[in-house]
């Protein structure tokens, strides 16, 4: 598996964004985030970010991001969600109901937040960067610097990039390394996030789930975890590392 996979957009996040984007301080931050539904991006714009790259191995991304920036300045939001769902553009159709994307996407949570994202789309897409990269071999990345890296549940995927034969924490060990280089001194690292962690789950044979081999795969750097209401009656959680200087 490699560069063909992942080139249908999501819609949205599948992710409970609003369980770990308040964890962190965006306040006049530069990020850099993969999602291919913008929401990660668009969150953070909500929550102040001053600059944000959309960093995603989906071709198609920068396409989607404008058309759904077009959809949500031209709607409400009531009906952002079967507009966005419109969109005529090939689509990944793991998709979670209105319902539950009012409390995973922080800028569907109420008509305000809703309305500054408008607000924020209006005079500030311009401050979202697209970029086609691959994150497993943090390429396309010059000299930049991130206060914060998102990187999504991408490491679920892990051993579908690497070679046949070859170690996943060799490889986890060689992006963390890399992706450390883009940071601020103070930046911090959305390294994983784990759907179902409180239960088993068909997640649970992915290299990243083993959280020991994680954890001896990076030290001696340490991650510390946020753990929230996932989507239904699970919890999930984020992992995070802070540079340290
Ligand atoms: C693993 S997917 C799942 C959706 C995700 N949980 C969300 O909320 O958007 C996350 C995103 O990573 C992107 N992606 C997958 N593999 C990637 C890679 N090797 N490098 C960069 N982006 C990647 C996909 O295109 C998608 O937008």
Not at 52 to 78: P, Q
Not at 148 to 174: A, C, H, M, W
Not at 179 to 202: M, P, V, W
């Amino acid at each position: 598996m490699g560069k063909e996979i992942f080139q249908e957009v999501y819609p949205f996040t599948t992710e409970v964004i609003s369980g770990y984007f308040n964890e962190l301080d965006f306040k006049d931050k530069s990020v850099m985030t993969l999602g291919s539904s913008s929401d990660q991006a668009f969150n953070a714009l909500l929550l102040g970010a001053k600059k944000i790259t959309v960093y995603d191995i989906n071709e198609n991304t920068a396409k989607f991001g404008k058309l759904k920036r077009d959809v949500i300045l031209n709607s409400t939001l009531d009906n952002v969600w079967i507009n966005v769902i419109r969109i005529d553009m090939p689509k990944n159709y793991d998709l979670f109901p209105k319902e539950s994307l009012m409390k995973m996407n922080p800028y569907m949570k109420d008509e305000k937040s809703f309305k500054k994202l408008q607000g924020l789309l209006k005079t500030r897409f311009n401050d979202i960067e697209y970029r086609v990269g691959n994150i497993m071999e943090v390429n396309n990345l010059d000299n930049e610097f991130f206060d914060i890296i998102i990187t999504s549940n991408v490491f679920q995927y892990l051993e579908e990039y690497i070679n046949p034969g070859e170690n996943p924490y060799d490889r986890l060990k060689e992006v963390f390394n890399k992706l450390k280089e883009h940071l601020t001194d103070d930046g911090i690292i959305q390294l994983l996030y784990h759907y179902a962690f409180n239960r088993t789950s068909h997640w649970d044979t992915c290299a990243s789930r083993n959280l020991i081999m994680v954890l001896n795969t990076i030290y001696p750097d340490v991650l510390s975890f946020v753990e929230f209401d996932g989507t239904t009656s699970q919890k999930d959680c984020a992992f995070i590392y802070k540079k340290k200087r």
